[in-house]
């Protein structure tokens, strides 16, 4: 009897320690950037996540980036070289977020691949203690598309977006390249801002942009602010072409802007 009591004390001592360290990162992964697979639909993906440096007990913030038409493929590191991931590699000491990074094949769309990308997000949150309500969603070029594309098929789920380079109209050169959330809508970029007005955003886009026209995000700036949105922002670079994620992730201030969001109650 007493032998069974100190052994129910040890098995109550390992699920008490189990549940403590549940979503606390290995100490060995923080500061670096981990692989991991996910099966969606009976299809397996690589994806990246980025582990920070300074983990708390509390739930730490979370981004999910999705990656522009050059980082597709099936390797699960190309997503991480362009965009957020050089930013995050070169500010890992002090970067305080988990960085959530998904990848589609070549030859697809964020907008068909939406289910992935919340697959991926979830895991990442639950296995390294990420906060849902702070969670963030951005995206450059292609994933600037999706960023518009998911907010609006996951109403709230996200506190803060930053899309770069997007363009919100199919592009008249790729018309899968779409917001397939607001496809018909007679108005797409007031169909879009009258949805996420809840929703604080900061758009990003170059002024010489060959590649998606500026006019993309400066309709949907225009619209966001006829919606009477609460907090969007709209940043142009005068100089810069299709690659504005480069100034953008570097603004100082838009990293103290978006740790200040937090999702409202639902």
Same mark, same amino acid.
């Given at each position: 009897m007493i032998r069974?009591?100190?052994?129910?004390?040890?098995?109550?001592?390992?699920?008490?320690?189990?549940?403590?360290?549940?979503?606390?990162?290995?100490?060995?992964?923080?500061?670096?950037?981990?692989?991991?697979?996910?099966?969606?639909?009976?299809?397996?993906?690589?994806?990246?996540?980025?582990?920070?440096?300074?983990?708390?007990?509390?739930?730490?913030?979370?981004?999910?980036?999705?990656?522009?038409?050059?980082?597709?493929? @099936? @390797?699960?590191?190309?997503?991480t070289a362009a965009g957020l991931g050089p930013y995050v590699h070169a500010h890992a000491a002090e970067f305080p977020a988990i960085a959530v990074f998904p990848q589609i094949p070549e030859g697809q769309e964020w907008s068909d691949n939406a289910a992935l990308a919340m697959a991926v997000l979830d895991a990442a949150t639950r296995e390294f203690g990420g906060d849902p309500d702070r969670t963030y969603l951005t995206g450059l070029?292609?994933?600037?598309?999706?960023?518009? @594309?998911?907010?609006?098929?996951?109403?709230?789920?996200?506190?803060?977006?930053?899309?770069?380079?997007?363009?919100?109209?199919?592009?008249?050169?790729?018309?899968?390249?779409?917001?397939?959330?607001?496809?018909?809508?007679?108005d797409p970029f007031a169909a879009a801002a009258q949805r996420l007005r809840g929703t604080p955003i900061w758009i990003f886009h170059g002024a010489k942009d060959d590649a998606v026209p500026p006019e993309q995000s400066r309709r949907m700036a225009s619209a966001l602010k006829a919606a009477g949105a609460r907090d969007a922002r709209y940043t142009e670079f005068p100089e810069a072409n299709h690659n504005s994620w480069d100034p953008a992730y570097a603004t100082p201030e838009l990293w103290t802007w978006l740790w200040r969001q937090r999702r409202t109650a639902r």
């Open positions: 069974w009591r100190r052994w129910r004390m040890l098995l109550t001592c390992a699920l008490l320690c189990l549940t403590a360290c549940a979503g606390m990162p290995d100490k060995r992964d923080r500061g670096t950037f981990v692989m991991r697979e996910i099966e969606v639909a009976g299809t397996r993906y690589r994806y990246q996540v980025f582990v920070p440096m300074q983990v708390r007990e509390a739930k730490t913030p979370v981004v999910l980036f999705l990656h522009g038409s050059g980082e597709r493929g @099936d @390797d699960g590191v190309k997503q070029s292609m994933g600037g598309y999706g960023t518009w @594309d998911l907010a609006l098929m996951q109403p709230g789920r996200f506190a803060a977006l930053v899309p770069i380079c997007a363009g919100v109209q199919p592009h008249p050169q790729r018309p899968t390249l779409r917001v397939q959330s607001v496809l018909g809508e007679s």
